[in-house]
């Protein structure tokens, strides 16, 4: 057993400050310009203008939204859209490719397009196209539907760009919007596509233009570098290309070849790539021209990076670039390219769907409560008849306070997990009563906290690989009420990292480490890795939760992709929306302009053809048979019936009202 020894006086920590918080959750990295901590300690939102004549930003309170939600009765989890940065970001992106143009004496125009499959909600689209009337901003669609969703939203000059495998119906659609006077370009993307758009365009006696998207040798950066390079699923190689161009020629049809498309990958973490894509691309354009082609358009894809947790521990999760540094880099290059071959430069198109979406929304998901290893209300009794094994850990967590000696603490530690091993043994034989193996449990905890407690010095670097498993075992789970399957299911499926962070106390230090677990009854409803300042990113620092005083957590990110791929597990449905703009003359600075109620319950169950009347049918013969046998009196049946059909129009997600808040502490 270790010896005892004096306690070192150690200095107290400096007072928490906001500051520190920022650090802690790196807001600045991934939140840049909209998220910042105001002097509140509570998450805020600024709405940023953009332009010579930019007013100051409104700023809004994320914590006085929430209170204001709660005001209305909006039940939570509750997904907030604060338009005016979808706003902004349309701007923000416009504005840097114009800035690229002036600089660089570029001879055209730019058009961004946004690529609805990474939402195709219709408040979010019709605000982006609002947003962009001023630039000349157009759609992309990659499917029947998204086509027959957007072919109503352009006209004139807005370009709709038609990507994905498309069938006879797609391309007669595409052939009548160009009838129509729609600026809509069907691209090639297989060469049994072509030949399928000649066919049909001598049947309908029309001519239609048409893009083509190029595989390049050039493969893209991270995680999505697989849908680019000659492995690519879409796109005609050069070869086919040649050959495409070759039978335009002989068909008198060169001039409708009107737009030329890549795409190296979403998420470009490397400017360098985007570089040589383009540089790549803009070779073909130029001698697409020189063969007489009458390219208009030249569309280098999306890929436009988004900060998840720049330059920490995911690979994937952040960009070596700014937005105009990405801009300059298109511009730049295709100019070089086409100045060096004398060539007209052709009007600039990017199709970026996640740079422009992904700050707009954040989820806001309450904390239902918080469960350590060992509860911190038991009182820690010890009879004096408990196997020698269950009082040595009892010795063990006597004895920590005194020692001071780091290697005597790791001596205890190992003492500590050999007794736990024994005491196992013990129980499995069927040697320890399970009053014993309980009583042994809340001890090893116990002492696992206090050496953890004492392990963690600053003047031991690096920390051994024991507090790393302290650490690990330690970390409490906070319940909290979503699904992650639902929310973020880019998380569960390819690690994709959000961040996560209170919404307030960030004046305070949060001193627990949490994991946090969704509603579902499936282990992997965990977030599993998160975006803070420290080196071990298995846990989120939070605050030990306050009795009758709601916490809730923001998810950030969220506008891009994670509103539409959600699926069904468990049931759990949309959750609540409200969508916010600023206003400087509203109280709060904000007002809300619509509120979505979450999915109820009934809809969810007919999604997978469960529908109430059937459900009642059969509810109410089963209450009716057991009245018959008497099992139940008749009063009491028909209540139970009668709260049974009352649950139908509920929300799917717990309601915090009707829960007892678990928060076993130490």
């Known amino acids: ?14 007072e928490w400050t906001i500051e520190d918080s920022s650090h802690l959750y790196r807001i600045t990295s991934w939140g840049d310009p909209y998220f910042f901590i105001n002097e509140k300690g509570h998450v805020a939102v600024r709405a940023v203008e953009t332009g010579p004549e930019a007013e100051p930003p409104t700023t809004m309170d994320v914590v006085a939204i929430v209170e204001e939600l709660r005001r209305r009765g909006v039940q939570f989890p509750v997904l907030i859209r604060f338009q005016d940065v979808l706003r902004a970001q349309v701007k923000r992106i416009n504005e840097a490719f114009n800035e690229a143009i002036a600089e660089s004496g570029y001879e055209n125009l730019y058009r961004g397009i946004y690529p609805i499959k990474v939402n195709q909600l219709h408040e ?37 760009v038609c990507n994905g495998v498309k069938d006879r119906t797609m391309l007669s659609l595409m ?105 790549e691309v803009a070779q073909i354009y130029a001698a697409l021209i020189k063969r007489g082609a009458n390219v208009k358009y030249l569309d280098v894809g999306g890929g436009l990076g988004v900060n998840y947790d720049k330059g920490h521990y995911e690979e994937d999760a952040g960009i070596n670039y700014s937005l105009q540094e990405y801009a300059n ?36 998901v309450p904390v239902l409560g918080a469960q350590a290893k060992d509860d911190a209300t038991q009182e820690l009794v010890v009879p004096e008849d408990v196997e020698e094994s269950v009082r040595a850990l009892a010795r063990i967590l006597d004895y920590l306070p005194g020692i001071e000696s780091y290697g005597e603490l790791l001596e ?32 090893y905890w116990r002492v696992c906290r206090s050496l953890l407690k004492q392990l963690k010095r600053p003047d031991e670097e690096p920390q051994g690989p024991e507090v790393a498993e302290l650490e690990g075992a330690l970390t409490d789970q906070y319940l909290c009420n979503f699904s992650v399957f639902q929310s973020m299911l ?72 994670e509103d539409i791929v959600g699926d069904a597990h468990n049931l759990f449905g949309r959750v609540a929306e409200a969508h916010v703009y600023a206003d400087a003359e509203e109280p709060g600075n904000f007002w809300i302009e619509k509120i979505i109620q979450g999915t109820a319950i009934q809809d969810m169950l007919a999604q997978v053809q469960y529908f109430p009347n059937d459900l009642h049918r059969r509810m109410s013969e089963l209450v009716r048979a057991k009245i018959q046998a008497g099992v139940i009196r008749p009063t009491q049946a028909m209540e139970i019936l009668d709260q049974y059909m009352s649950c139908f129009p509920r929300n799917t997600y717990c309601d915090p009202r009707e829960m007892v808040r678990e928060d076993h502490r130490v």
């Open 329 to 364: 880099a298109v511009v730049f290059t295709v100019k070089e390219v086409c100045d060096a071959n004398d060539v007209p430069m052709p009007i600039l198109v990017t199709e970026s769907g996640r740079a422009l979406t992904a700050h707009h929304s954040m989820l806001i």
């Open 1 to 14: 057993m270790p010896s005892q020894h004096a306690k070192t006086q150690r200095p107290l920590p400096a």
């Open 175 to 279: 052939i009548n919007g160009q009838r129509l006077g729609q600026n809509v370009v069907p691209v090639v993307e297989k060469y049994s596509e072509f030949t399928d758009l000649k066919g049909l365009a001598f049947s309908m006696s029309y001519l239609p233009k048409l893009g083509v998207r190029v595989r390049l040798a050039t493969r893209g950066s991270g995680r999505w570098s697989e849908s680019s390079g000659a492995n690519s699923k879409f796109g005609l190689t050069v070869t086919e290309l040649v050959r495409l161009v070759g039978e335009l020629e002989v068909s008198g049809m060169t001039e409708k070849l009107v737009l030329l498309h890549c795409h190296i990958g979403s998420q470009i973490a490397d400017i360098q790539v985007l570089k040589q894509a383009t540089k």
């Open 124 to 160: 979010v689209v019709d605000e982006l196209l609002d947003a962009g009337k001023p630039y000349g901003m157009g759609l992309e669609c990659g499917s029947k539907a998204e086509l027959i969703a957007a072919l109503p939203h352009v006209d004139n000059d807005t370009l709709l």
């Open 412 to 443: 205890a530690y190992h003492d500590a997990r050999e007794r736990l091993d024994e005491i196992g043994t013990l129980f499995n034989l069927g040697y320890l009563p399970l009053e014993q193996r309980a009583l042994a449990e809340t001890l």
């Open 490 to 561: 880019d998380h569960w499926a390819i690690g994709q990292p959000f961040p996560i962070m209170p919404l307030d106390r960030l004046d305070e230090e949060p001193r627990r480490r949490a994991l946090l677990v969704d509603l579902t009854c499936d282990s992997d409803g965990k977030v599993s890795h998160y975006v803070t300042s420290y080196p071990d990113n298995r846990f989120l620092p939070l605050h030990r939760l306050n009795q009758d005083e709601p916490y809730y957590l923001g998810f950030f990110l969220m506008g891009a992709y």
